[in-house]
């Protein structure tokens, strides 16, 4: 069994969090998170163009490269993660060209290296799988793949085909941390996706709120977090530990109650 | 437009039915934007067999944009470059006057096309991003004449140097929204640009500018700017009865270049040269994906980009606006690789020097990207015998860059 697959397998829903890496006292916010209860870890690698990231992620890639993040500093960040946490699965989440830049496999190396679990690509889509696909799945690490509302059922095995860890659905057509999609239209989407596939199914994207993670809980098997903790590292800075470990603590509690009922 | 069926061997037939050329181009975008991609893909292999379609762009083209653009033989400026080449050198200059184009520039071929196939599509709502402005404004022109909103991302430092077709837009009845992230230039315009559209996915078209981008962008792109080189060509054999020995374009994203380019490729006497903006020069700020990045991919697609050894994406600089951009399109990126058009690069002085040499000699105000162009025709031309013949795209009128001239100059006006 894999780190992901038992987080996954765990009574209750699984609480994803993220956070950039090199944004604030990385190692300080990573082991907030893991005392608040996250049971799955994605770690943002910062890029100078994240197209799909709403102003707060932005601004977190925008600190993080100016404070000199370089990709050796995650995988080190990633490495030192695993030596104290041995079993909260660790997933690195960002752009392609900072992890094809040296080839997908000296990518699926270094994540193998630093004992990654799993990979989220933003920009790519299943149709450039040969980029980076392959050289995952050879390493043993797993290629989270995104759906979305525009995925509708004729391509949905597409982008099955290669997934593997846990299926990650981008609740809103937009970008992180703004709009919040409609609970009815969440319970909608995790059923037809249920209908297609056996992997656990996270829902993220403008999720803010415990009750809004509870009502996300009792349809899917994660729920994601990312803006609203990085805008507390954002407002709590080199600080931002307590806050961010009080915050994942309040999330977790809401998931866990969100099943009992 | 035509439609042409694939030519064994040509080098007319990228890209392959995954968007590739090569290893360049393809479709790296969010999973929001994919359907989308496949269904503009799907209705533009509708529009090119649908002769309406091929007779709307046509039809606008003519009576809109005042196509065909001219071909001109610069005898002046042929002469000027003569007396400073060594004996029996000084190659004959004519361009492409897409200058004279409606809205001053070639980007409304471009514009006309992709319009037509927001329409097809029933789509509503129109985004673009711009660096000069120039694509902002012909995007803004197409959306007043079809009657449909239009929204134009637009670097904040770009829209304090471009401040003419700034205003421009508005008249048009376009929003410019200034776009601050970044450096504020074209690259942080076309992330907002993506920001947009996969927030508004249900109603809205994306005219992207350039031949760059996802799949079906860098070959739409380029598809209607070949009304250039196809013109061109024929106005060639017509004129004179023979092919130009070299051709030269200015490349930012490189849809000028693509569009004179293209309908040549497999004309095998025919050389080729896209100039990059080497800015303060290529070993200071500069804006040459080819000469000084490597692939990477950004946009959308795979292609050369400026970028640290981590893939982090470098801020461009070139004094014209229009070339400001990190990237190239995928294209010229494969055409690099296999050698079939050479790329060279010109700094922000020597544009300047050719930018006020075309004043003078021919009467004509270039835009600064096709500076960049004469610049390098100059260099070219006194390379050549004198019976040769180099044609030049003369992509767009100078009219807004008078004041980034004037002030490169120390004139205020």
């Known amino acids: ?261 | 437009m035509t439609i042409a069926e694939p030519i064994p061997n040509s080098l007319r037939n990228q890209p392959d039915e995954r968007g590739h050329f090569g290893q360049f181009g393809g479709r790296y975008v969010a999973e929001t934007l994919m359907p989308l991609v496949l269904d503009l893909e799907r209705e533009y292999r509708a529009a090119q067999q649908d002769p309406a379609f091929a007779a709307q762009f046509d039809d606008l083209l003519e009576h809109y944009v005042g196509r065909p653009s001219p071909l001109y033989y610069a005898e002046r400026l042929t002469e000027e470059v003569r007396k400073n080449a060594p004996a029996g050198k000084g190659a004959q200059i004519w361009f492409k006057r897409d200058e004279l184009n409606h809205t001053g520039a070639h980007k409304i071929n471009n514009c006309i096309g992709q319009i037509l196939l927001a329409i097809r599509m029933g789509k509503t709502r129109i985004i673009a991003e711009t660096g000069a402005g120039q694509h902002g404004v012909a995007t803004a022109t197409v959306c007043a004449r079809f009657g449909l909103p239009c929204f134009i991302y637009m670097g904040a430092k770009d829209i304090e140097r471009q401040q003419p077709n700034v205003f421009r837009m508005r008249l048009l009845g376009a929003e410019v929204i200034p776009v601050t992230s970044g450096a504020g230039t074209l690259k942080d315009a076309m992330n907002e640009g993506l920001r947009d559209w996969v927030a508004n996915v249900h109603d809205t078209f994306y005219i992207i500018g350039t031949a760059a981008g996802p799949h079906p962008y860098p070959e739409l792109v380029r598809d209607f700017q070949s009304v250039i080189g196809k013109e061109a060509r024929a106005q060639m054999l017509s004129r004179i009865n023979r092919l130009p020995n070299l051709l030269v374009a200015a490349i930012g994203g490189g849809s000028n270049a693509i569009g004179l380019f293209h309908p040549f490729l497999d004309d095998k006497d025919v050389a080729m040269l896209g100039i990059e903006a080497a800015g303060h020069g290529l070993n200071a700020e500069h804006a040459a994906s080819l000469a000084g990045g490597r692939p990477g991919v950004l946009h959308g697609n795979k292609t050369y980009l400026l970028q640290d050894e981590d893939g982090q994406i470098a801020e461009a600089h070139s004094i014209s606006a229009g070339l400001d951009y990190p990237g190239i399109g995928p294209e010229h990126s494969w055409l690099k690789e296999i050698g079939r058009v050479r790329y060279d690069s010109v700094t922000d002085k020597e544009a300047l020097a050719a930018f006020q040499l075309l004043c003078r000699t021919e009467g004509i105000i270039p835009a600064l990207e096709p500076a960049h162009a004469i610049a390098a025709v100059e260099r070219e031309a006194k390379k050549m015998d004198r019976d040769q013949i180099i044609l030049a795209n003369l992509c767009g009128r100078g009219d807004k860059d008078i004041f980034t001239v004037a002030e490169a100059l120390g004139t205020s006006i």
């Open chain 1, 1 to 261: 069994m894999t780190r992901l697959s038992f987080a996954f397998a765990k009574p209750h829903p699984a609480l994803v969090t993220f956070i950039t890496a090199g944004d604030g006292d990385t190692t300080a916010n990573l082991d907030a998170l893991v005392a608040g209860g996250a049971d799955v870890i994605e770690l943002g690698m910062p890029f100078t163009d994240p197209m799909a990231d709403g102003p707060a992620i932005q601004e977190a890639n925008i600190r993080s490269l100016n404070a000199g993040t370089k990709t050796a500093d995650i995988f080190a960040l990633a490495a030192a993660f695993r030596k104290r946490h041995p079993d909260t699965p660790l997933v690195l989440m960002g752009y392609a060209n900072p992890m094809t830049i040296r080839g997908g496999d000296w990518f699926a190396s270094e994540c193998n290296k630093a004992g990654v679990d799993g990979v989220i690509c933003v920009d790519i889509p299943p149709e450039e799988d040969p980029e980076l696909g392959p050289a995952l799945r050879n390493a043993g690490i797993d290629l989270i793949r995104l759906a979305t509302p525009t995925t509708d059922a004729t391509r949905l095995p597409t982008v099955l085909n290669g997934a593997s860890g846990f299926l990650y659905y981008v609740s809103v057509a937009g970008i992180t941390g703004l709009q919040v999609a409609a609970q009815t239209s969440i319970d909608e989407a995790v059923a037809r996706l249920k209908a297609h596939t056996d992997l656990p199914i996270a829902v993220g994207f403008g999720v803010r709120t415990p009750e809004q993670a509870a009502n996300i809980a009792r349809v899917a098997d994660g729920v994601v977090v990312g803006s609203a903790i990085v805008e507390l590292v954002a407002k709590h800075g080199a600080n931002a530990a307590g806050p961010v470990r009080d915050y994942v603590a309040s999330l977790k509690q809401a998931i866990v109650a969100a099943r009992k009922v």
